[in-house]
């Protein structure tokens, strides 16, 4: 949510953050909400000074007040009806046109329209020479346990079926994420629901703007689309001293997305699913802080690539590209021999105050009496199904096979790998 102090004194700050993100200038018009809000509240604490007066006089005049004074009480009690009424309109007004505007972004933010402005800051490893033509995921994973057919019977397209070791190989490597994530970089492992409410998807901002990338429920609760929304809410609407800041978590947890607006795009394979699993990481942290955490974060997630032998590169995201919650974004790309390219495997994003003033979450100061809105920041620690594919494809071998990266071994039982059906 954008401060609105911040706006009254800036707007032309606020217009030129719009802007970077190709949105039309829109200051004016909150600020004429606002001003009219304000005035309006002016009105009425004055029509109520009035009123607390007459209600004197009346006591005053013993029960017999003078057709004057019985005559200005009337009307001064449709005025403060007829305001109030306003009142609510214009604050309904307001509060349904904050929520639509997103984060005011990084001011080192590359400026472009798109992805192809987003810049490389760094890779690590080097692309695999095969010596022979190596296979996408998809048709390399049919002889190994990936049924695409199966699952499309049961759910539709963008659902798949693993089968024994390619079930095993996914369990694997959510396990394997979430102790490095608990066990060296200091995350706690929650546990959380599945489904949520209106309110914890406002809080991190996929509500309003953003309902027709989600699935909704009969009941009304929602299929979280990661499990960056109950783990942010964890802390919405408390107060946190300042000492047990930074709070660090992690969940593994089905992902549930329409992918509206996808339509041609990935349609073969794994790599854009209605269904998927996701290790997520969660930090809340003090404003300070919150810029050394971002780069802590995406260190976490590089972590699990570099431990599976695969090389990525880091880029941070274009005005244009970047997400609505989000004030920066370093997107982690992986490379997909199969494809030729680099491809999303997770983005880490610092939230700024943006999430915090949509859920009220703030720190109380060790020295200061006054409470501040705390930062969030959220990144995947990985998109599970997106590794395994990475897996496949850059430890594939001639005859079909897959090496398992050492790493994974110890959550395999030892194998070391796996082999097509005959």
């Not at 997103?102 to 095969?130: I, K, M, Q, T």
């Not at 495997?345 to 501040?372: H, L, V």
């Amino acid at each position: 949510m954008i401060d609105l102090r911040w706006l009254r004194e800036h707007p032309d700050a606020f217009d030129r953050a719009l802007a970077r993100r190709g949105a039309p200038p829109a200051a004016a018009a909150v600020l004429e909400l606002d001003a009219g809000r304000r005035a309006l509240e002016t009105r009425l604490q004055e029509d109520q000074a009035t009123r607390n007066r007459l209600s004197r006089e009346i006591g005053q005049q013993k029960g017999r007040p003078t057709p004057e004074t019985l005559a200005e009480m009337t009307a001064l009690k449709e005025r403060v009806k007829a305001g109030e009424e306003s009142l609510r309109e214009l604050q309904a007004r307001l509060d349904a046109l904050l929520p639509t505007f997103a984060n005011v972004l990084a001011d080192d933010v590359p400026d472009g329209p798109d992805e192809s402005h987003n810049r490389e800051l760094r890779r690590w490893g080097s692309p695999r020479n095969f010596s022979f033509d190596p296979l996408p995921h998809d048709e390399l994973g049919a002889r190994l346990g990936m049924d695409f057919a199966r699952a499309a019977r049961l759910s539709g397209s963008r659902f798949v079926t693993l089968w024994g070791q390619l079930a095993q190989l996914e369990r694997a490597l959510a396990q394997f994420m979430l102790d490095l994530q608990t066990r060296e970089h200091g995350y706690t492992e929650i546990a959380v629901p599945y489904l949520v409410r209106d309110e914890a998807l406002f809080g991190t901002g996929q509500l309003p703007k953003f309902g027709e990338d989600l699935f909704r429920t009969t009941t009304g609760h929602w299929l979280i689309p990661t499990a960056e929304v109950p783990l942010t809410n964890l802390v919405a609407g408390e107060i946190l001293d300042e000492g047990r800041l930074p709070l660090r978590f992690t969940a593994c947890t089905p992902c549930f997305r329409s992918e509206a607006g996808a339509a041609g795009k990935d349609t073969r394979g794994m790599i854009r699913q209605h269904q998927f699993t996701k290790v997520e990481l969660v930090s809340v942290t003090t404003p300070e802080q919150s810029e050394a955490e971002h780069e802590r974060m995406a260190g976490c997630a590089e972590a699990v690539l570099q431990r599976l032998g695969l090389p990525y590169r880091v880029v941070v995201l274009s005005s244009g590209d970047t997400g609505f919650a989000a004030r920066k974004t370093y997107d982690i790309e992986v490379w997909l021999p199969g494809q030729g390219a680099y491809r999303e495997i997770s983005s880490c994003s610092n939230c700024g105050d943006f999430q915090a003033r949509r859920m009220n979450s703030r720190f109380r100061p060790a020295d200061d009496k006054r409470t501040r809105f705390v930062h969030t920041l959220n990144g995947s620690g990985l998109a599970v199904g997106r590794t395994l594919i990475a897996v496949l494809e850059n430890h594939q071998e001639a005859d079909g096979s897959v090496t398992v990266p050492e790493a994974l071994r110890p959550y395999l039982h030892g194998r070391e790998r796996l082999e097509p059906a005959a």
